[in-house]
């Protein structure tokens, strides 16, 4: 099989009829209307639970940090605040912004008015992620989280003299993976080229650059000045808790997205996509891990990146009483349900990394060249009025409708 299979999955699509597609979708879709007719009380303790257990973790780590000259307390301290910033990052905060507790009318949990601890805006991320990312998911020139805009992980991406470093940028990316989710909705590239105007990119920088500022302040100057001699012992602990946040981000969502077996897809399975074509192209770029109670709660559940893609305005903690469900139906229509270990996904993963470092034997046709962007040019396009990112559509388990499902 080969690391990226975009052609063969666009012609999978014509192996399901449309009425067997649309027998699929209703079957999902009475699934999640079930579920969701349940939440309740049990899924706002659930939330509350975990919001106390980070803020505890946060301000046990903190404290530990403090208290550094000891050595037992400088790693104490830095594992607890790595597991406060993964749970806000992943179990609260991803979750949260998804809408997945908007039913509880806590405006401190509505998910489009919460910001997490995160350098990347709230409001960026609930376009580039929620809204681009789950309506195009795997579409290769649609998806930007389809190599981050700085790698390559479909054979149909073109391969440049410089993707031969693609190692290295990986290795950056997984380490400063808060910066490159950040910078995600800027879409550098596309400005550089004029593809986007330069006053939308500096619309989106500004709250950006402002968000980092804060992030940047807090941890790297106000906790450190406040532990007094401590200082430096309190500025790397909050450094290494902030990359091992980073390392376990990009590896979960790596392993939910790039292993072998999972596809990318053409643009134009978009054109005329049904509901149940929706539900099949999630199911086929998504992957699952395997793992103990605690590992799911970890990753935010993304462990089940297969139902969270189903449906994401569900909330998390449900996805492993469902994944039975989702799998059976899945084997009664012939569609695959990858899923696997974390080390197996994780490695599969970073073998599709090196192997797409190399040129493919049939390789993507050669992109245009680069448009040359005067100063005059730049200049005019600053002048443009600035175009707020699109928001958030209300999601139900399936495509927005601004993708036309």
Known sequence: MTHSNTAAAAGAFASLEDAKLADFAAELDALRGRVMSELGERDASYIRRIIKLQRAAEVAGRGALFASALPPMFALGTALLALSKILENMEIGHNVLHGQ??????PALRGNRYEWDWSCPAEQWRHSHNFVHHTFTNVVGKDRDVGYGLLRMAEEQPW???TILQPVYALGLMLAFEAGVAVH???LN????????LNEFLALAKPLLKKTRKQLLKDYVLFPLLAGPAAPLVFAGNLTANVTRNVWAF?????????EGTH???????EGESRGAWYKRQISGSANIEGSPLLHVLTGHLSHQIEHHLFPDMPAPRYPEIA???RAICERYGIAYNSDTLPKQLASAWRRILALTLPSAAPAKAPSRTPRVSLRALSSMARRRPRKPKPEPVGAGMKPQAASL
Do not use: A, Q, W
């Open 190 to 197: 596309r400005t550089l080229t004029g593809r986007k105007p």
């Open 101 to 106: 507790y908007d039913f509880m009318n806590d």
């Open 251 to 259: 590896s979960v969502i790596f392993c939910g997205h790039f292993p």
């Open 324 to 326: 039975s469900e989702v």
């Open 185 to 187: 909705d800027l879409e």
């Open 264 to 270: 990318t897809y053409p643009e134009s399975v978009l």
């Open 160 to 162: 440049l003299v410089l």
